[in-house]
């Protein structure tokens, strides 16, 4: 919840200062100069900000846009299988792509964001593209030409369409526009409607965080259990159109706000300024290497009271040849300024590549962890649906609703944490956070093989009761449903709820306080990436999996009864251990912002 990097006194000398010069840059993202007083174009007016008078607008718009498309994400899989009638291990492969696709278009959403669209103009498209996304979505189930025709148990069912997977799969890519602008700007863009450079500005931010994540989780919560629940026990179309009217109600408040809200101007991008320090450094490939870094190297006076100022460092020094003046037509009259940034870069510069490239290793270890995580929405929902889920004498728990578990075990840890233990932790680690960003994110790697571990000892167990005492029914696919309780799948969704308490939060904040200020609006995209590619390679073991044991015995078989899915749990355990054992180097090697010595 710290939406600003620098701290203290240099940002209130900037915030006098823009006051000062008038700009319409209430949050400044720049890394360069600040702007030459003799500029010929007219002074931006001050920006007006409504604060808290906006906040309705912008958290009616999330908490509606997340009650329309959460539940609807996580009861996805059930709906390929059951009107669609797709193989359990086709829709399995196609939601860890869709997942996939959509936790990796953040990226580009922050990227034309922050170059060319700005927060508002990203937000209002990915709005409208959501709805639309949810509409055609919607006339999938409620127009009878547009899904298969409805099978009994054991019948043979019509495959859907190409005319049907079409329209299926428009509604996924419109769903995609949208997690492509809301996800990276929805966060920041509510933080650009508090004045920063004022105290009431800065309490506003950290409030609007806090009230931000409660109404993400509570729309998770309630999407887990009301909406899932209408779709799969009442009816499909009904439960879809009621999320499509939310995300309506969601455009629609959005909108209404518009005259209040700060639009903060996008003032291009910062991937501009990687690719020349590499094109600089590529350039002056045969220069030696620079003897004496404060004598050689170019490095004018830091003019951005934003952007930290980041000492040189001796890691990845083939970089320093970017900054190496190779000739003085380089520089500028003044030595203040390169003549060619794509020639010869500062050390500002090349010290924040170096930073992004210290996170690389780090960063990779989120890509397998979320393998695990991934499970929860895939094959513990097929568990489900093969174990017994009632509750009570008639009512039965719908199998994609026990992801809330997860949910409900992240947002209770959270506050006792934060509270009950950093308190505690404070005395015995001697740090105010009690565990570091990178402890945290270890032990989230940990519980989630843990997780794992408990997943197959309880999908064996399933498996063999399911087997070796009479079955209690059988599911639409022709499963025999296990008459062990669905609940003793519990332990395990909380435990992974509890790995990703501890690893999520904590690579959210790493990001954010390690990627050099400017980049910002990519640090929260990053987390979104690793998911992208999580699924994509738990798709891609799927197959894999799939396609080697199909000879035999399938470990992913249509009836998880003749399949053996321990022994996929057991293999992503086993990843999990080496994914541990790499991040405990990767977190020994890394070096984090500001330390001077290799």
């Keep these: 919840a710290r939406m600003r990097g620098g ?47 906006a906040m309705p607008f912008i958290i009616g718009n999330e908490t509606f846009e997340k009650l329309g498309t959460l539940g609807t994400s996580a009861n996805l899989l059930v709906y390929l299988t059951q009107v669609f009638h797709m193989r359990s291990v086709d829709a399995a492969t196609l939601l860890n792509g869709l997942n996939g696709t959509t936790s990796l278009a953040p990226i580009v959403g922050a990227f034309l964001s922050d170059a060319y669209l700005g927060r508002y103009l990203a937000l209002a498209i990915a709005s409208v ?72 500005g800065k309490r506003g931010i950290n409030s609007f965080f806090n009230w931000y994540y409660f109404t993400f989780t509570s729309a998770m919560l309630v999407s887990a259990t009301v909406i899932i629940y209408v779709q799969s026990n009442v009816n499909w179309a009904i439960g879809l159109g009621i999320p499509t009217a939310l995300m309506f109600l969601a455009c629609v408040l959005f909108f209404m706000g518009t005259r209040l809200y700060v639009r903060v101007v996008p003032e291009g991008s910062p991937f501009t300024t ?36 980041l000492a040189h460092t001796d890691q990845f020094r083939c970089l320093d040849k970017a900054a190496m003046v ?110 570091t960003l990178l402890q945290r994110q270890g032990i989230g790697i940990a519980l989630s093989t843990v997780a794992m571990i408990i997943s197959a000892v309880v999908e064996d167990r399933r498996r063999d009761i399911a087997l070796n005492q009479p079955t209690i029914g059988t599911t639409q696919t022709g499963g025999g449903i296990s008459a062990m309780s669905s609940f003793w799948m519990v332990p395990q969704l909380m435990i992974l709820g509890l790995s ?88 020994r090697w890394y070096r984090f912002k500001g330390t001077r010595d290799a």
């Design 326 to 435: 190779a000739s003085p037509e380089e520089v500028r009259s003044g030595g203040a300024a390169a003549a060619d940034p794509w020639r010869l870069c500062t050390v500002q510069q090349v010290e924040e590549v170096k930073c992004l490239i210290r996170i690389v290793p780090v960063w990779s270890t989120g890509i397998i962890y979320y393998v695990a995580v991934v499970q929860q929405s895939t094959y513990v929902v097929f568990s489900a649906l093969q174990s017994d889920r009632r509750l009570g004498s008639s009512f039965h728990v719908p199998a994609a609703s026990f992801t809330v578990f997860a949910m409900l075990a992240q947002t209770l840890w959270i506050p006792i944490y934060d509270r009950l233990l950093v308190p505690r932790l404070r005395k015995v680690t001697g740090k105010d956070e009690g565990f």
């Design 7 to 53: 701290g203290g006194r240099e940002d209130e000398e900037a915030g006098q200062k823009l006051k000062s010069m008038d700009s319409g840059k209430g949050m400044d993202g720049g890394g360069g100069s600040s702007g030459d007083d003799d500029s010929p174009h007219p002074p931006r007016p001050a920006l007006k900000y409504h604060g808290w008078k």
């Design 129 to 200: 593209a959501s709805l639309i996304g949810m509409f055609f979505l919607t006339l999938t189930a409620g127009a009878d030409s547009l899904h298969p025709a409805d099978c009994g148990v054991g019948e043979v069912c019509e495959k859907a369409s190409s005319y049907q997977l079409a329209v299926l799969f428009i509604a996924f890519a419109f769903l995609v526009i949208g997690s492509a602008g809301i996800r990276p700007c929805s966060m920041p863009f509510g933080a650009d409607q508090f004045d920063p450079h004022t105290e009431s």
């Design 500 to 587: 990703e308490a501890f690893n999520l939060i904590s690579q959210i904040e790493f990001y954010y306080k390690e990627i050099p200020e400017h980049m910002r609006s990519v640090a929260g995209a990053l987390a979104f990436c690793n998911l992208a590619l999580g699924n994509y390679l738990s798709g891609f073991l799927t197959t894999i999996v799939h396609r080697t044991t199909g000879g035999g015995q399938n470990w992913l078989a249509q009836d998880l009864n003749k399949g053996r899915l321990d022994l996929f749990y057991w293999m992503i355990a086993g990843i999990g251990v080496f994914n541990f054992v790499y991040f405990m180097i990767c977190a």
């Design 274 to 309: 990687i690719v020349q320090v590499f094109a600089a450094a590529f350039a002056k490939r045969s220069l030696k290497q620079a003897k004496d870094p404060k004598q050689d190297l170019f490095d004018p006076p830091h003019t951005s009271a934003i952007v930290t100022k």
